[in-house]
């Protein structure tokens, strides 16, 4: 069947008071940019507390659903008939042939739920009810009515034209991207990271990203693995900046003059200090990681505290509950997971201690980061000043 119109149904934001407004704007604005990308005309719009898309003219009626389901906000994607001949006779017609076409197994128990927003319409809804729940078991005697529990619930909505749909798609769920400030992600080329943006960009946080490259140890292939994952985020989230820093000379002057056991914590501190000074650049409030507690040495409780003492803003870690099984069931659903399996290394072994500190001291830290007070300032003011921006979409 093919459908011209979508009822778009959304969640959390009915529970908003006066500006829900700019949320259903916001869930818009996602919309169209989603739509974007499928070929065809679409027109997404609000009336009475409701939003709409309509199709005009060839489109593919799963692209558009497949497009819609990754937009975050959306409870419900209902396509449905959009009739303007009021007529109940019409109705009825229409109705018969729907039933007919969206389901050719008439096996099925069903219940008609109409509704009539225009009140001066002639027929009553409990009259629109019976009378069409009659005309489909007369029509197709293979059915029947179940009013607790039916397979089919029918809608039939009077408005200004009448909407008939009995299909709900599971949308994504979450809030509209744009609504809730914005973040900075720490993304590498792993299972976690690309997991950890799409989770944070669900509660409708837009996503700035940077990804620390260490060329020749890291190669060409792993940054444009960090940008292929980039732009699957960005299916969900939209756009993503994707600041490259180049880290090889910080990294090689950490591991000349600090304890091999604490590199890989000390470098994780000056990976957060960089991402926070980015992200205060573009407006982001909060930074965002993939760790999740004693994952690996640098994610214990002890190791985490250590990481997290260098940054002022928020630091969100949505996986930090989660077992590897757990994120990678999500990263699979997401479409990220097979790009993230790719061989390619996103940090060079030469990097990783054989015995890293597990629960590093932070006095300890704080006195091996000494002997870097020569030239790390300056280094890392250069790795901002000469970050690679590259736009993932
Ligand atoms: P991931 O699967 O996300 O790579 P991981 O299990 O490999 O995570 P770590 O390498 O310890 O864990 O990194 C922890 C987090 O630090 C990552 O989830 C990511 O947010 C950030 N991170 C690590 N390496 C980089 C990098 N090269 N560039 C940007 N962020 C990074
Ligand atoms: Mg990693």
């Known amino acids: 069947m093919v459908y011209q119109s979508f009822l778009i149904k959304y969640a959390e934001i009915g529970t908003k008071g006066k500006n829900r407004y700019l949320f259903e704007d916001a869930l818009i604005k996602q919309i169209k940019n989603a739509l974007k990308k499928v070929e065809g005309r679409f027109l997404a719009s609000k009336e009475s507390g409701r939003i709409y898309v309509q199709a005009e003219g060839e489109y593919d009626c799963d692209e558009v659903i497949e497009a819609l389901q990754r937009v975050f906000g959306i409870a419900w994607i209902c396509p449905m008939l959009q009739i303007e001949n009021k007529d ?24 008609v739920d109409s509704r009539r927003a ?37 809608k039939v909505e009077v408005r200004k034209v009448v909407n008939i749909y009995s299909r709900m798609i599971p949308g ?24 950890a943006g799409w989770m944070i960009a669900k509660r409708g946080v837009k996503i700035d990203a940077v990804y620390f490259h260490a060329p020749p140890y890291t190669s060409d292939r792993a940054k444009q693995k960090v940008i292929d994952l980039a732009k699957l985020v960005a299916r969900y989230s939209g756009p993503i900046p994707l600041h490259i820093i180049n880290f090889t000379d910080i990294q090689l002057y950490i591991y000349e003059q600090c304890p091999h056991e604490e590199l890989t914590i000390i470098m994780r501190r000056y990976m957060m200090k960089i991402a926070e000074e980015i992200g205060k650049k573009t407006d982001c409030l909060a930074l965002i990681t993939g760790e999740s507690i004693g994952q690996v040495a640098s994610q214990t409780v002890q190791s985490l505290a250590a990481t997290n003492e260098v940054c002022t803003v928020p630091v969100f870690r949505p996986l930090i509950g989660f077992d590897k099984q757990e994120i990678v069931d999500i990263s699979q659903k997401i479409g990220t997971f097979e790009t993230s399996i790719q061989p ?16 590093p001291n932070l006095n300890m830290i704080h006195k091996s980061e000494l002997a870097l007070n020569e030239k790390i300032d300056e280094m890392v003011k250069t790795a901002i000043e000469t970050a690679e921006l590259v736009w993932c979409d």
């Open 172 to 195: 994504p769920g979450g809030m509209p991207v744009g609504t809730n400030g914005k973040a900075m992600l720490l993304l590498s080329g792993g299972i976690d990271s690309p997991v």
């Open 118 to 154: 225009d009140k001066n319409y002639p027929v009553h809804s409990e009259d629109m009810n019976r009378q069409l729940g009659e005309m489909i078991l007369n029509a197709y005697p293979e059915t029947s009515v179940d009013v607790h529990n039916p397979q089919v619930l029918l």
């Open 344 to 359: 390619y290394e996103d940090c060079c072994t030469i990097f990783v201690a054989k015995h890293p500190v597990i629960k």
């Open 88 to 111: 109940f006779e019409n109705i009825k017609q229409v109705v018969l042939d729907y039933i007919d076409q969206e389901y050719p197994d008439k096996h099925f128990t069903f219940k």
